[in-house]
């Protein structure tokens, strides 16, 4: 069974970091696709970044590019999403998800993830 615990949430002034983490477990495969995504409140969920396990693959999304690192330890199975400059927009509920079936030259445009963390909150104030 596949599990995606997310971590590093909170609240941060603007202009603050903070580092995502999404640990994976229950994944068979040494090499699949991750990605990091947001939903405010009243908003669509919105695709942040995505991150190829076990390859080299990544994509950060013009509205954070720049500003938004994704990385990942293979080791431990786990990403990151490093968030830097954050501004009140960036508010919103964050989720990770994973999907072993995302071919690598599919991640970099997949919404529809099999596997979603429980998401974890960031709130940024002015």
């Known amino acids: 069974q596949v599990h995606l615990v997310e971590s590093g949430g909170g609240s941060v002034q603007a202009g603050g970091s903070l580092r995502l983490s999404c640990a994976a477990s229950g994944i068979s495969k040494s090499a699949y696709c991750m990605g990091w995504f947001r939903q405010a409140p009243g908003k669509e969920r919105e695709r942040i970044a995505t991150?190829?396990?076990?390859?080299?693959?990544?994509h950060v999304e013009d509205s954070v590019l720049g500003r938004f690192i994704i990385s990942q330890d293979n080791a431990k199975n786990t990403m990151y999403l490093q968030m830097n400059s954050l501004k009140p927009e960036d508010s919103a509920m964050y989720y990770c998800?994973?999907?072993?079936?995302?071919?690598?030259?599919?991640?970099?445009?997949?919404?529809?993830?099999?596997?979603w963390g429980q998401g974890t909150q960031v709130t940024v104030s002015s």
């Open positions: 998800a994973a999907d072993p079936t995302i071919r690598a030259w599919m991640c970099s445009t997949s919404d529809d993830f099999a596997y």
């Open positions: 991150i190829f396990i076990g390859g080299s693959s990544s």
